[in-house]
């Protein structure tokens, strides 16, 4: 794997509040990789991994580092993959919380009490202590939270639905309404994606976009 960094100045270049950097680097465990974020270098109290597709012990077209039940895999080779992974976090499967994305704005707060899979859910936050947030992520955006005041976390799932019906918003809300979290103290990533160039979208689609976003930020989102 050559990935040094994720670029992603052009894209949010002169975009009002962001501070964009090369802020990704490739690190291992037991000879499994995974993408982390320097900016969260200074949360010593948070852990947050990015997974790729090696490193895994799944076959075929699964191969290898594959986190899916629901598409065939063996169900031992797939549960392996999540010990395996989270053994770089020094986390356990059963102090996990999971979602089941739909491309909705539902975002919970979760804790040690609850179940740990949720379905229909996009975004999860919590404040407990040791207890893994996971969602899963093919080309949509990944947005992780970190409230260093409150001591809180938040990881959703922002698909173009849910970026044009605000996911982001709707976890900020919620960590401050269940935490006591101001917007202003929030630290933001927005993780590995599909590009700009990559990722083509039709009339119907980009007129949704124009009715949420101003003219200076349809700018940076679309282009033809």
Not at 165 to 191: C, W
């Amino acid at each position: 794997m050559n990935i040094k960094y994720i670029d992603t100045g052009t894209l949010y270049e002169g975009l009002k509040g962001a501070v964009v950097n090369n802020s990704t680097r490739i690190s291992q465990k037991n000879g499994i990789p995974y993408i982390e974020f320097t900016p969260f270098d200074e949360f010593d109290w948070v852990t947050l991994h990015f997974s790729t597709r090696d490193g895994g012990v799944s076959k075929g077209i699964y191969s290898s580092m594959n986190f899916s039940f629901d598409r065939g895999d063996d169900y031992e080779n797939v549960y392996k993959n999540y010990e395996l992974f989270l053994d770089t976090m020094n986390i356990k499967p059963e102090n996990c919380v999971c979602t089941k994305q739909t491309h909705t704005t539902n975002v919970i707060a979760v804790d040690y009490n609850m179940a740990r899979n949720f379905a229909n859910v996009d975004g999860l936050v919590t404040n407990e202590p040791g207890l893994c947030l996971i969602t899963y992520f093919a080309d949509c955006v990944p947005v992780y939270f970190i409230d260093p005041v409150n001591r809180c976390i938040g990881a959703s799932h922002s698909g173009w639905r849910g970026t044009v019906a605000d996911i982001t918003h709707e976890t900020v809300q919620l960590m401050n309404r269940t935490y006591g979290s101001k917007p202003e103290d929030i630290h933001t990533f927005i993780g590995p994606s599909i590009c700009q160039d990559c990722y083509e979208v039709d009339e119907a689609v980009a007129e949704k976009f124009r009715s949420a976003y101003s003219q200076n930020e349809i700018g940076m989102i679309l282009y033809h």
